[in-house]
């Protein structure tokens, strides 16, 4: 009876609704709100390389590939924090109550989901039978199977300093001084899915400046780099992945990812973090996932398989790949020997000293991760070893002495996690053993050798529907190295701090939303700039309102203070003080009837230098696309202005971009930026999108320096792409 | 109407003993909501936000009188005329602020039109003239400015509005002084029948930050207003009250400024037709 009651008025809300349905089910809008707002908050985490595409490339598949409510495959919403766990135990608790959902619209009577929270998962969730014990057949895969092909072309259209010509001689003086490729980027995408159980693809990239079929090097160059010299794409990639297969719950074959527990002991690629805040704070790891982006760091290159029967699943993995690194020799009196003074992590093989480091030396990891889950309660161990060719030795420094040196590296950790009700308890433990027995360093015997700790615990309690509380505690040993950990922490590395984390949301009243978080951190030990251990805070707000459906605003602010060594040229000793930086942001989005999109963004940065003088910036734009509804076409343009005479007061602002590509300029100095972006579908199969962007400075005649310095007080870009779906 | 258009041509024909101020927001309305205007409508919308004078529906003639500080010196004078057609709004606008010895000018031409509820877009051209006596010469620059304004809900009304958005510039003077781009966008938010609160944000790219305003309006007697507001680089506070008939509406305002003292803003519109 209740089913059929629900039924009805489901029919009713369909109908009642179907004016709406157009833009609420099919937008992503709210989706990609929410993306952007994590993307910028990573962005001015500091990761300002980052690359974007990795950590975005789940989502993308997401939205392309829609999970089917009805069936396990939910998990991924917790899993890329859409959803809290609560949220998830809601939507269980739901199916067991009213069986399988028939109706998209049957979200909104979910309890614990709050319209904005259906809002952002309605367009990535579609409802079918679970079909993950069908059979797959050579047949259906042919038949069923979804192909896509991505090209792009992107390119800095004025001449940079290190595409200026430059004769052979000159070049050889200085061999660093120019780029032997041309400006150019090109990637090309191939994936294949069916039904998300069998994916495959590869990826061809050359980035700007790298060399390529067409390039003329002279001999003499050619000879200088020796075998380092190739012609083609700089970067190939493939992967071939399956999934429930019977007792195989995935299989990976290529490129690929791992991600276990709280991230502590292995979680490859990127993750939020901090940016995720809020209800991500407790992590979700996805085991293994294929890798499609380009990124040309952190990830494996193997095998791997996770095999799952009841309570038990275990995943085992081996990866072989070559990495960049800095060789140098030293000479004993005995032999020489090799090894690399540091790892580079830009996948940037431009220059010749660039191309000298890359894939000079290999890097092999094993290892697994045990997962036991009843009920409400997962426990898992993971454990992996790292060896690397040739061994690391970097420069010695105070600051680094507890780095990972030496050639061998074994990580362990225990995960936990328990849901039920109104609590949510989680963490992890971890231990890293460093087997370094290469010749003498000169911090030797200061701990950088053997165990080294790490631990993170944290408890998220929902008191009620509309509000939650998490608190956390971190406490990762100043000896604790790990190559791939990517837990919650302040900065990129998961080593040396400690740090309690209180987070908070609350819905005060219908429409508005508040999201708070304090984060106080140690670093037990020196860092990069910061000659003594030091400590600092990070404060957050941000209040939500959303007027009606198609008009959402919110204020944020953030206050992070840090320390680092001071810049007066008048201390001998130069000792850490704090620094702290505040930013404000105001931003409103909205619809123009239903065709036009428009957002406006406002935002202050302060920052506060160590003489007590202030830098301030200032950023303002407005956002117009015109994207008519059943129509092949979209247009998306922006007109911002930003004055922020000081790189510390930058302001970093997300830009639209091509399907599959995410900017996010850091913007200083004065001046304005204006982009156009365009999309037409030519026919079923075919997209295509091209952008033209153009910063121009109203205070200085120079942009960038040494290789990307332009002379000229403008900066064009240019980007290309096209989507072939079949 | 004829007498209208001879009052324009005189207008026009004898600017040179008017005087003007570079952008900012103009009536006694706006001065009196601490210039927060991007989102209102009406006749002097068109120097503050052209969108807003798309759905008037009467002639109108407006005159607009400031005098910074109290100084002769920095007057500021306004006029435009707008007549609603079946295509849209058309307008005339004249501001010129200085004295003799320095003085800069605006004569614009402005259309605005509205798409549906949600959208109302509004453009200016303009010619600038930048006379500096004892013969240091006239300078002259053309340049545009947007604007657009939506109702999103029964209560929000949101606007953007741009000056000179390309940057052009007086190429002729000695220091090849640019003109500023100047950027705001805000709200006005209809609380009831009779009070409406209104904030922007402006970045003026001559100026160091950006000014933030705010301000409200409430009818306290029938057709009788009152008004204060809030504004920041430079601080201001502002008071103000307005009266308005069929035809004819009155809005005076006072600004106050800690170290340089008051201003005062006078404008009148009158208009024709239903």
Redesign the interface.
Known sequence: MKRLVLIIVSLFIVSFAKAQIAIDTLSTEALNNLLIEQVERLAEDGDEDADYEDLLENYIFLSENPVNLNSEETMRLVELHLISVFQYEELQKYRRFYGDFMFLDELEMVEGLDEQTVAIIKPVVCIGKDESKDKITLNKMARYGKHQLVSRYEQVLEQQQGYAPIDDSALLAKPNSRYLGRPQKLQFKYTYNYRNKIRAGFTLEKDAGEMFFTDKVSDTIQKLLGNQYYRGFDFIGFHLYAKDLGIVKAAVLGDYQLAFGQGLTLWSGMSFGKAGAGSSVMKQGRGITPKGSASEYAFMRGAAVTLGAGAFSGTIFYSNRLVDANISVTDTLESEAEFVSSLQETGYHRTIGELQDRHAIRQQIVGGHLTFAIAHFEVGYTAHHTWLSVPLELKPSHYNQFYFQGNQLTNQGLDFKYVKGKYAVFGEVAMSMNYDSTALRPFDGLWAQGPAFAGLVGLTVKPAGYLNFTIMYRDYGKAYQNLYSNAFGEGSRNQGQRGIYLGMEVAPAPYWNLLAYVDQFQFTWLTSQVNAPSRGHDYYLRVSHS??R??QAYLQFRSKTKMKNSTDAFVFSHYPIFYTKNAVR?N?N????WD?H?A?K?E?AHYRNDDGSNE?G?F?C?D?AYKPENKPYSLTFR?A?F?AKDYNARIYAYENDVLYSFSVPALYG?G?RVYLLGKVKLFNALTLYARIGRT?Y?DHDEIGSGLTLIEGNHKTDLKVEAIWKL | MKRLLLLITLILSTSSIFAYDIIHPIGGRAAAMGGSSVASQGLWAMQNNPAGMANLDKISLGLYYENHWMLPETAYKCGAFALPTKFGTLGLSFNQFGSSKYNENKFGLAYAKDFGRYLQIGLQLDYLLLKIGNDYGKFNAVTFELGIQSHVTDKLTLGTYIFNPVNFSFEQTLNHEKLPIVFRFGMAYQFTKDFVGQCEIEKNTDLEGVSLRAGLEYEAVKNLYIRAGVQTNPGILSFGVGYGIRFAQINVAAQLHNELGASVQIGMIFSIGK
């Open positions: 007027f009606n198609r008009t105001f409103i909205y619809q123009l009837g036009i428009c406006n406002a202050y301030h200032y303002l407005q117009i007109y202005i004055d004065k304005m121009i109203s």
